[in-house]
Structures are given as structure tokens and as C-alpha cells.
């Protein structure tokens, strides 16, 4: 059995990209470098929404934008663990932890400021229409 750690998510404004940023924490340690950003929480929320599977970003560069040096892991899980292999390096969590902690920032909305809230509200609203053009709504 691999040495499991433990992984939390952490959300905080971001004024350099002008959003918020979710970081993973291992063991209390925030795991990305100084220069990397976190990822923007419904950028994040997607890459976790599919659960395990071959590779999600879970950090963008230190000038924000997705694309340009992403910190990026392959998901495994076997054995009652799940491997981030990435970023130099194979972490091992407990399974029912990391799955736990997964559906917490899924559904965790207490970091966001008014705004953010309407943006959620309204891309939920919003997903999926198709106006008469063959236009969609992306974001808002």
C-alpha cells in the first residue's frame, strides 16, 4: 500500500486573473507552485465532473489562462486508492476520501461573491438553448 495523503480544495479570489482560483492542498501544503494559479472553480468542476479517467488540469499558469503551462495530472484509481501521476511526482489518496472531497467542491458555492452567483445561476438557465440561428449560450 502506497503513503495516502490527503487532498482539500481551496478557494480564494484571484486579482491577478480577475476570478478565483481553486488550489489543491495536499496535506494542509498548497501543492502548486508560487507562479502557477489555480484553477477558476467551474473550470475545475469540469475536469472533476467525469470523476476518474485519463488526464485533468488542476493548475493554469501564472498569467491565467488555460493552455498555457497547465499543470496537469492522469487520474487512476485501482485498489481503494486514486493516483494523481504528474507535476514530478505520484500522489496516492484514500479512495473514499478523495471521492468525498471531489463531491464537496462540486457542490460547495460559499466562496462566491454576488456575481459569481448570477453567473452560476444563469449558465444553469442558460445551458443547452440554441437560438434560431444555431447560435448557444457558452457563459456568462
Request: net charge negative; charged share 25%.
Amino acid at each position: 500500500m502506497s503513503k495516502l495523503v490527503r487532498l482539500d480544495f481551496q478557494v480564494r479570489p484571484s486579482p491577478h486573473s480577475n476570478d478565483h482560483e481553486a488550489r489543491p492542498f495536499i496535506d494542509g501544503r498548497d501543492w502548486l507552485s508560487e507562479d502557477d494559479l489555480g484553477l477558476d472553480p467551474p473550470e475545475l468542476r469540469q475536469q472533476l465532473a467525469a470523476g476518474v479517467g485519463p488526464h485533468r488540469i488542476v493548475g493554469r499558469c501564472g498569467c491565467g489562462c488555460v493552455g498555457c503551462g497547465d499543470t496537469v495530472v492522469e487520474v487512476v484509481e485501482r485498489n481503494g486508492e486514486v493516483h494523481w501521476i504528474g507535476h514530478g511526482q505520484t500522489l496516492c489518496f484514500d479512495a473514499s476520501q478523495y471521492h468525498a472531497e471531489r463531491a464537496r467542491f462540486l457542490t460547495d458555492n460559499s466562496w462566491e461573491d454576488l456575481g459569481r452567483r448570477v453567473e452560476r445561476l444563469v449558465n444553469a438557465e442558460m445551458e443547452g438553448h440554441v437560438l434560431p440561428g444555431g447560435e448557444s449560450f457558452t457563459w456568462a
